[in-house]
């Protein structure tokens, strides 16, 4: 389609989409003309607005209301028509702060790097963290008090996994170090998709070598292990109130209302996750290219992180309104993917 544009039309395409994701209203031909560098009567802009409506590219709300870029315009515009943006210095300073969280566990950074990416997109962010694809690194029996203990999973990304369970008062503290030491040994570099195996093929033919009360607390620890999810991971959604601001100002609250139903339902949420982690760098999803976003007219720009040894990792983006400014958002959340790499890459050294 990128070959029926002449440079006119693409000039007042442009125009048109840039200003839509300033105001996410539909501009006239007499605000074209006063904007255009080179001029254009506002009857030779209606002409073109006109051809590129045909073309798809382009509609009217109303009749006399200007034009706005429908779904495919937005999209050509994204993948054809911009250029790439680069971040700007006081946004990219702000994100390098997130490589500054010495000291925190890593989910602990992918909270912050949320934050971050959700005030300065104005968006809501989204991180998700497949954890059962990341290999363990360490576990750990913490004991809170006489019949609680803490069963502390970290992989070898950082993630930490916490699950409680009931020891009996009178469990010495050995007993807990040696069931840690044990698990750590047998499942280090496994990931929790392949506990199971592990657990059927060497934990039961070897456990004989433990004590009584290191075997119990082996046991209940294996049954935390097997209870976290070995698929689906951790998703977190933050600064929703974004999202509600921009629906208020805009009379379009029960459109947001759909979009956090449809949040709520995680599968669907999963399936665009899934896709950005199988996709190739940042991915771009506009109102209906998804039915997640179809009733809500809202954008998803989501970017895959990994590290080296286990290559990707899980995702981080950002869900706004379709006019949102995709120009300044898209090399926001690569540069912060990208960071968070880094960050994993630092972490393994």
Do not use: W
Request: glycine share 8%; charged share 20%; with cysteine.
């Amino acid at each position: 389609m990128l070959k029926e544009l002449n440079e006119r039309s693409r000039v007042i395409f442009n125009h048109i989409v840039e200003s839509y994701c300033e105001t996410g209203d539909p501009v006239g031909s007499k605000t074209l003309s006063e904007r255009l560098e080179v001029t254009l009567s506002p009857a030779t802009i209606r002409n073109v607005m006109a051809d590129l409506e045909h073309l798809g590219l382009l509609c009217s709300p109303h009749t006399s209301a200007g034009r706005m870029p429908t779904e495919m315009g937005l999209r050509f515009f994204v993948h054809a028509l911009m250029e790439k943006g680069t971040l700007y210095e006081k946004d990219q300073e702000n994100l390098q702060q997130i490589a500054l969280s010495r000291g925190l566990s890593f989910d602990q950074v992918l909270e912050d790097a949320l934050d971050q990416l959700s005030t300065l997109s104005q968006c809501a962010g989204l991180v998700f963290s497949p954890k059962s694809e990341v290999p363990l690194k360490h576990v750990e029996f913490v004991r809170l008090n006489r019949t609680q203990v803490l069963v502390v999973l970290v992989t070898q990304g950082g993630l930490v996994e916490n699950r409680l369970i009931d020891v009996s008062p009178t469990l010495p503290d050995s007993a807990l170090e040696a069931a840690s030491n044990y698990l750590t040994n047998t499942l280090s570099g496994k990931t929790l998709a392949d506990v199971k195996h592990v657990i059927d093929h060497e934990i039961s033919g070897t456990r004989s070598s433990l004590d009584t009360l290191a075997a119990s607390v082996v046991d209940n620890g294996l049954g935390v292990l097997t209870g976290v999810p070995s698929q689906g991971g951790s998703l977190i959604i933050k600064g929703q109130s974004h999202l509600v601001s921009e629906s208020a100002a805009r009379g379009d609250i029960d459109k947001i209302r759909r979009l956090f139903q449809a949040l709520e339902e995680r599968e669907t949420m999963m399936g665009l996750v899934d896709a950005a982690i199988k996709g190739d760098g940042i991915q771009i999803f506009i109102g209906a290219e998804n039915e997640l976003f179809d009733l809500s007219g809202s954008s998803l720009i989501i970017s895959p992180y990994k590290d080296q040894g286990t290559g990707v990792v899980g995702a981080i983006g950002v869900i706004g309104p379709s006019h949102l400014n995709y120009a300044k958002v898209i090399p926001m959340v690569d540069y912060t993917s990208k960071l968070l790499s880094k960050l994993m890459d630092d972490g393994d050294e």
